[in-house]
């Protein structure tokens, strides 16, 4: 049987100490249907993180000679699951807050053909330590993506999301600096499937986070409002075929 490709890729700057833990707990024969590789988009570490990580086995690294940021560095994890081939790609965090082992359940809607894009919720989930203005500002966030897209988000900002191939082929993230609203109001306005899968998250342990509130508002607001802005052309991903779709998912 011919094995069906996931990528999981990592985008990470200056994640030394953290990095090696989450390619780690990446599950590797999940199914034997699967065949498993691991991308990290190095996005100009200063440390030892790509060191750490081919140590961990990771199998391809891609790095950007200076910082591009998060938005820049998932744009080139999509393209680079597309050039390996890959029928799934998983993006995770780089910062061990997200539980890879959940990987399988995160991608399992695409896997059965049910949807296009997945993201591991929190808020449906189970959180560990997440401060009481992140929260906010998560909620806030979250709320204006389901308010410009009329439909219910439980997390718009998780740092763990699955695709289809067509939805990594025809996503676009119009700016370097994130990604986290941009892409979901991109792909669900084309028509993409989004489906959101309940996750554990524990808030990082080391190392320090990007955010900081005045460049975030700055840089996400306007990408927000000029993505809503422009005209995107609905595509839908074709539906696997039935025969595809059991054999993903196991059964005989
Ligand atoms: N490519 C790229 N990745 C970054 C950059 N800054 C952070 N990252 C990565 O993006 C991921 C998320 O970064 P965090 O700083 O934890 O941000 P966050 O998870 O959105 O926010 P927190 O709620 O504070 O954890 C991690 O894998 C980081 O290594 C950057 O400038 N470029
Ligand atoms: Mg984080």
Redesign the pocket.
């Known amino acids: 049987m011919d094995k069906k490709k996931l990528v999981v890729f ?4 200056n ?1 030394e100490g953290n990095i090696g833990k989450v390619i780690a707990r990446i599950p590797r024969t999940p199914h034997p249907g699967w065949q498993v590789e691991v991308l990290v ?1 190095d ?1 100009g570490s200063t440390d030892g993180t790509v060191k750490e990580a081919r140590a961990a086995g990771a199998e391809h690294i891609v790095s950007h000679a200076r ?4 938005g ?2 998932v744009r080139e994890g999509l393209a680079s699951c597309v050039r390996l081939g890959a029928d799934i790609g998983l993006m995770i ?3 061990n ?1 997200y539980p890879a082992e959940e990987i399988p359940i995160v991608i399992a809607p695409i896997w059965e053909g049910r949807a296009d894009y997945t993201m591991g919720s929190r808020f449906k989930g189970v959180i560990r330590g997440m401060k009481l203005h ?1 929260r906010l500002g998560n909620y806030c966030f979250t709320m204006l993506q389901a308010l410009l897209l009329r439909r219910m988000i439980w997390d718009g ?1 998780s ?1 763990m999301r699955g695709f289809s191939r067509a939805a990594m082929e025809r996503a676009e993230i119009i700016h370097d600096y994130n990604y986290a609203q941009v892409l979901t109001l991109n792909l669900v306005r084309q028509g993409f499937r989004m489906e959101e899968v309940p996750i554990t998250y524990q808030v ?1 342990e080391h190392g ?4 900081k509130f005045n460049k975030y508002m700055t840089n996400v607001l306007p990408a927000v409002w000029k993505e809503m802005r422009r005209p995107v052309s609905r595509k839908r991903a074709a539906a696997p075929k039935k025969a595809q779709a059991v054999a993903m998912s196991g059964e005989k």
């Open positions: 990592l985008p990470a700057h994640e988009i996005d910082n591009r940021g998060l820049a560095a965090d780089a910062d807050e992140r900002q740092g990082r320090e986070s990007f955010i």
